[in-house]
């Protein structure tokens, strides 16, 4: 399983990025797929969740209006769109999936907000 997360970068408050993340390793369709966060000094939450058809989506309280997770199996990615985004949103966001009982990760990509 691997899993790289790309579109990081720092953005002043009221910004917008899409992040992605690519994945191969194992059948990408058929799994949930989520959007992770860890902030510094802060425990990792989950932000987003998007079923294996991308019927269903599901957010953390702190991104409802903002964030949206999205998938395209075709091309085995998942992507976070982030508009106004605020300095609280700052951290490491990641893309896990959990294949075969095991929680994969990536390195993540670091998303600064600040001015």
């Known amino acids: 399983v691997q899993l790289v997360e790309s579109g990081g970068g720092l953005v002043q408050p009221g910004g917008s990025l899409r992040l992605s993340c690519a994945a191969s390793?194992?059948?990408?369709?058929?799994?949930?797929m989520s959007w992770y966060r860890q902030a510094p000094g802060k425990e990792r939450e989950l932000v987003a969740a998007?079923?294996?058809?991308?019927?269903?989506?599901n957010y953390a309280d702190s991104v409802k209006g903002r964030f949206t997770i999205s998938r395209d199996n075709a091309k085995n990615t998942v992507y976070l769109q982030m508009n106004s985004l605020q300095p609280e949103d700052t951290a490491v966001y990641y893309c896990?999936?959990?294949?075969?009982?095991?929680?994969?990760w990536g390195n993540g990509t670091l998303v600064p907000v600040s001015s």
């Open positions: 896990p999936v959990r294949f075969n009982g095991v929680d994969s």
């Open positions: 390793g194992f059948t990408f369709s058929r799994y949930i």
């Open positions: 998007i079923t294996s058809a991308g019927g269903i989506t």
